[in-house]
């Protein structure tokens, strides 16, 4: 089982930047691949960004050059620094991480950009 929970996630101006944060419990946090998705009220939840267990990142068009992916093992942390905030960025943010076969959930995080 993998636990995990997000923070970081408030009210910013437009053009303003937050740094989510996902905590991860267990022991395979190192050989699993890291997301985070959002979504945004009456619409679908939608894949941001990825890293995987080696350090590879993938980002949506969306957020590609505003958005960074990281993760510290030493920690069992997972990052996402967003700059350059939009309004059309408002959504609840979610970690998710891939042990093997297998996908888990955090609980969300909320962020909303004002105009």
């Known amino acids: 089982q993998v636990q995990l929970v997000e923070s970081g996630g408030g009210l910013v101006q437009a053009g303003g930047s937050l740094r989510l944060s996902c905590a991860a419990s267990?022991?395979?946090?190192?050989?699993?691949?890291m997301g985070w998705y959002r979504q945004a009220p009456g619409k679908q939840r939608q894949f941001i960004a990825r890293?995987?267990?080696?350090?590879?990142?993938g980002y949506a068009d969306s957020v590609k050059g505003r958005f960074t992916i990281s993760r510290d093992n030493a920690k069992n942390t997972v990052y996402l620094q967003m700059n350059s905030l939009k309004s059309e960025d408002t959504a609840v943010y979610y970690c998710?991480?891939?042990?093997?076969?297998?996908?888990?959930w955090g609980q969300g995080t909320q962020v909303t950009v004002s105009s």
């Open positions: 998710n991480a891939l042990v093997g076969p297998n996908s888990y």
């Open positions: 267990g022991n395979s946090f190192t050989t699993s691949a």
């Open positions: 890293i995987s267990s080696s350090g590879t990142t």
